[in-house]
């Protein structure tokens, strides 16, 4: 059983990630998780433009923002 699921945000480390379990022949679901980032929808745009096309419809998206909804925090 190749199957995996990789925290990924488009960033480099996550990028490199994917391409790297890929080419060892594990196949990868990309789970996103929007926390309340305040560039949660740049992450994820990044994310779908460095994926290959087959792949896109693998990401699992996870929204879990409301968990800071009441945060006064710009740190997110």
């Given at each position: 059983m190749n199957n995996?699921?990789?925290?990924?945000?488009?960033?480099?480390?996550?990028?490199t990630m994917f391409y790297w379990l890929e080419n060892q022949d594990i196949n990868v679901s990309p789970l996103f998780i929007n926390f309340g980032q305040h560039c949660a929808k740049k992450e994820l745009k990044t994310l779908k433009?460095?994926?290959?096309?087959?792949?896109?419809?693998?990401?699992?998206?996870?929204?879990?923002?409301?968990?800071?909804?009441?945060s006064l925090s710009a740190s997110l």
């Amino acid at each position: 059983m190749n199957n995996g699921i990789l925290l990924a945000s488009g960033g480099l480390d996550s990028t490199t990630m994917f391409y790297w379990l890929e080419n060892q022949d594990i196949n990868v679901s990309p789970l996103f998780i929007n926390f309340g980032q305040h560039c949660a929808k740049k992450e994820l745009k990044t994310l779908k433009s460095v994926l290959p096309q087959e792949s896109l419809s693998e990401i699992i998206e996870l929204d879990i923002s409301d968990i800071y909804k009441f945060s006064l925090s710009a740190s997110l």
